[in-house]
């Protein structure tokens, strides 16, 4: 076993794959409590921070717990014990077991909440629903006598240019003749004061992330043999990346609503509110749009989708209703909707349950076996029992 790490790279190497910039400017990520050097052994990863949460932590002897939900997503002037928030802080910090959030952070990684979702309903062909864009990009442009240009693709590549993909040092070159006169006062590698020189020349084109810019230019300086190399840094034309907002993915092939729903509630983990669904129970699904969490603000993504069906928590009355009277519409003259997609709407926390156990994996991964990890398993969500409608006479 690894030298345990500190609380500060366990901290360290959950930003790498959940980069706090990925969240929304309404939400909290990170490190909530915690010193971060503190050694971190094992780590707990639950829905939600709750008090049942808490006390498993400390039954397990867990040195950090990893959450979804954030515990104080909205601003507090105070911790004090007597509240339910400031009682768990002050519990956190007796027993020395930290706390880090990852929310909307994780729903957006890739892989993160949502291809968990995917993933469980046996989704193929997945993408980003709503794609984030990707990095920034430059494409450096540079023109060096041919000889040399080896060494300057290897030295703008250690300064981060030239990675696409899971491909490194990609570079584009081709050859033309490269003219100049030097001034009295130059000191040319080539040529001769006051002379027309002329040298085959390769252009070398390289992409890098804007954001090493002043590396790659100064790197290229530093390689090129000419007192003044000729370049260009050309800005490229943003992308959608392979992160964002909830997943869009189809089945193997096409079943039944009902089927589907039944699908979609043997995936999940059990909760008292169950599945639900809105559409004709007989209707073919085959493209299917997920989102982990609350999920109704996002209707106009997906019906720009074309996505047979959309899965997702805490749909609201008003936007379900109007969703479920279009489809009616379009079904009456006949355009059965790509366009207003069914409905299957589940519990929140079992939405995002599913992204813990990757995430487990991928963090003793990423630090090298140096800690242990346990996925709660205790139901968190607030609703503790459900009873079934009665038919009676005169129901509406």
Same mark, same amino acid.
């Given at each position: ?8 790279? $366990? ?28 050694? $971190? ?12 949460? @808490? ?10 717990? $990893? ?12 911790? #004090? ?36 979702? =995917? ?27 041919? *000889?040399?240009?080896?060494?300057? !693709?290897?030295?703008?590549?250690? /300064? ?43 252009? !070398?084109?390289?992409? #890098? &992330? ?17 007192? *003044?190399? /000729? ?6 034309? %943003? ?38 669904? =809105?559409? +004709? ?8 749009? @997920? ?8 209707? +106009? ?32 003259? %006949?355009?059965?909707?790509? /366009?207003? &997609?069914?409905?299957? +709407? ?5 939405? *995002? ?27 968190? +969500? ?15």
């Amino acid at each position: 076993m690894a030298d345990h790490p500190t609380l500060a790279q $366990v901290v360290e190497a959950l930003d790498r794959r959940y980069p706090p910039s990925g969240a929304e400017q309404w939400d909290r990520v990170g490190l909530v409590v915690g010193d971060p050097a503190a050694r $971190v052994r094992h780590v707990l990863l639950a829905v939600d921070p709750v008090l049942d949460v @808490v006390e498993e932590a400390e039954r397990r002897g867990a040195d950090l717990i $990893v959450t979804h939900h954030p515990l104080l997503l909205r601003g507090v002037h105070s911790v #004090a014990a007597s509240s339910a928030k400031g009682a768990l802080v002050h519990r956190l910090i007796r027993s020395g077991i930290g706390l880090y959030a990852a929310h909307t952070n994780a729903d957006v990684a890739n892989p993160g909440v949502a291809d968990a979702l =995917a993933d469980a309903l046996g989704l193929l062909d997945v993408r980003p629903l709503l794609a984030a864009p990707g990095p920034a990009l430059d494409k450096h442009v540079v023109f060096v006598p041919v *000889e040399a240009a080896n060494r300057l !693709v290897d030295a703008l590549s250690a /300064a981060g240019a030239g990675a696409l993909g899971e491909y490194s040092r990609c570079a584009w070159t081709s050859t033309g003749t490269g003219t100049f006169i030097p001034s009295d006062v130059a000191s040319p590698a080539i040529g001769t004061a006051g002379q027309i020189a002329e040298v085959v020349e390769a252009r !070398v084109e390289m992409i #890098a &992330p804007r954001s090493r810019r002043a590396a790659v230019v100064a790197a290229m300086r530093a390689a090129h043999p000419y007192e *003044e190399p /000729a370049f260009d840094v050309l800005e490229q034309a %943003g992308l959608p990346g392979g992160t964002g907002t909830g997943r869009l993915g189809r089945l193997a092939a096409p079943e039944p609503l009902a089927v589907f729903a039944a699908r979609v509630a043997a995936a999940l983990p059990p909760t008292a509110a169950g599945v639900r669904y =809105a559409g +004709d129970p007989d209707g073919s699904v085959s493209s299917v749009a @997920v989102l982990g969490g609350s999920g109704d603000g996002f209707f +106009d993504a997906v019906r720009a989708s074309g996505a047979d069906v959309y899965v997702t928590a805490d749909l609201r009355h008003h936007p379900a209703s109007e969703a479920r009277e279009q489809a009616l519409v379009e079904a009456a003259t %006949g355009r059965r909707a790509a /366009a207003t &997609p069914y409905l299957v +709407d589940v519990a929140h926390s079992a939405s *995002e349950w599913l992204w813990l156990p990757g995430a487990a994996a991928t963090l003793v991964a990423d630090l090298g076996g140096s800690v242990t990890t346990h996925v709660s398993t205790l139901r968190t +969500d607030p609703w503790t029992g459900h009873v079934a409608s009665p038919t009676f006479e005169g129901a509406p």
